[in-house]
DNA sequence: TGAATGATCACG
DNA sequence: GTGATCATTCAT
């Protein structure tokens, strides 16, 4: 199999679809990012979707501000976040630019890195494995993304989403309300694949 | 269950 | 300027 680093970033017009489809398609990619040394690989399992303007649970709902003016950029732009003070969450933007949808990425199984992303976590005891990336501030904390990162583009070669040549089929494929949100709550727009043992929760 | 911790945004 | 809110996590 083609080294990660070698491998070719999924095309940006990839992103620029509606943002459900692309959510969905996410699950099972890699997110390979490379920061001086380390090197990280990891499967995404579980992301969820956050439509623009009419999706009152967005950040975009509001429409543009200095934070989230990444959610409308192009699809294929970063959107990093701080949340609680503690953490970051990141985002691809999707959809054309001047729409404020985004995919969030919530946990992902790794591939590369163990030992850096252990050690990136910063617990007192070491974390399971299934635990390492099990959240999206974890996820982040663990591959050393920050806000350096927004507003980047999905396709370079040290930050980059690539294919992995997973297929998953619709049934595969789990929903539920997304987490930690109180609104819109009858829509399903989180998703992750089904009896994986790296989603969050 | 609650504490930690700070940026953001709506309001005035 | 102020204050409520927040797409979380860990340890109690």
Redesign the pocket.
């Known amino acids: 199999m083609k080294l990660p680093e070698q491998s070719s970033p999924l095309p940006l017009k990839f992103y620029q679809r509606d943002t459900v489809t692309v959510a969905k398609d996410l699950l099972g990619k890699g997110l390979y990012v490379k920061k001086n040394k380390s090197q990280f690989l990891c499967e995404i399992v579980e992301v969820?979707a956050?439509l623009g303007e009419r999706d009152e649970?967005?950040?975009?709902f509001?429409?543009m501000?200095?934070?989230?003016r990444s959610?409308f950029e192009a699809g294929g732009t970063a959107?990093v976040?701080?949340?609680?003070?503690?953490?970051f969450?990141v985002?691809v933007a999707t959809e054309e630019k001047g729409i404020g949808a985004?995919v969030?990425f919530?946990a992902a199984a790794p591939l590369s890195g163990h030992k850096e992303m252990q050690r990136n976590?910063k617990?007192?005891?070491p974390?399971k494995p299934e635990?390492l990336l099990?959240?999206?501030?974890?996820?982040t904390?663990a591959l050393g993304i920050n806000r350096t990162f927004d507003g980047r583009k999905f396709d370079l070669p040290d930050f980059k989403i690539i294919d992995l040549g997973n297929v998953l089929s619709e049934a595969e494929i789990g929903s539920s309300p997304?987490?930690?949100?109180?609104k819109a709550k009858d829509q399903h727009l989180r998703f992750f694949i089904k009896n994986s043992p790296w989603l969050?929760r």
């Open positions: 969820e956050y649970a967005s950040h975009s509001r429409g501000t200095p934070r989230n959610m959107y976040y701080l949340i609680y003070g503690f953490y969450c985002n985004a969030l919530r976590r617990l007192k005891e974390s635990k099990s959240g999206p501030g974890k996820l904390q997304r987490i930690g949100i109180s969050s």
